[in-house]
């Protein structure tokens, strides 16, 4: 997890605080934002002012919404990574051989976050897109990193007490995921049945660097009636971790 700052400045809390409000709200207005944050509506109106002319946030009539350059700045941050320049085209042709939803997923500050998705032909809409910050283990994607990061890194992401769950499949206990864990170092790769999403199966492997680093991790998801038997429990698997071998090694001889 980031480590907490010395002198954490309160303004820029707040207005980040502002902004995440904005997209929990999906928009509105000063009196609602003003109510939701338990803020003074002249001191949120000053906020949203600075951040409309710095273009940060749009106003439509009296609603206020995230604007669309904070997409400039997460669009720089991936394409930095050299993970994403690599894996991307190998994502897409995943999508496109299996015709499901092909997913690439890293961990930063203990959350998953989706770097690239590609759709087959078949694919379903979920309601993840690039960007969306996800708990890992809810998710097959987030179970494979996490089986091959150090102990006392798990224990900063998860802890030891109960685990939120999404679903009534969610893994709940620390003890359940050390299990799981264990079960996804044996055989290479994760499942997620109904974990994160009701009705939405997905097979993820890890990316990792000849060091042991995890780089991340590649998955593909579909309905449940289409993850079943032998498709679901081999020919999708050896599918993601060729894809996740051929990553690994384009990224070790590039």
Known sequence: ????????VKTTMTTFAIVEALQELDGCGVTELANHLELPKSTIHNYLSTLEQEEYIKKEGTTYTVGIRFLELGAYARNCMQIYDIAKPEV??????????????????????????????RAVRVDSYVGTRVDLHATALGK???????????????GHGELPQPTERTVGTREELEEVLEEVRTRGYATDNE???????CVAAPIQATDGRILGAVSV??????MQDDYFEEELPNQVLETANVIELNITYS
């Open 195 to 201: 974990e994160r999403l009701e009705g939405l199966r």
């Open 1 to 8: 997890m980031p480590e907490k700052a010395k002198n954490p």
């Open 92 to 121: 897409d042709r995943l999508a496109e051989e299996t015709g499901e939803l092909g997913n690439l997923l890293i961990e930063e500050h203990g959350h998953g976050v989706y770097l690239h998705q590609a759709r087959g032909e």
């Open 144 to 158: 494979s990193i996490l089986a091959h990061l150090p102990t006392h890194r798990v224990d900063e992401i998860v």
């Open 221 to 226: 998801s579909g309905p449940v009636n289409r």
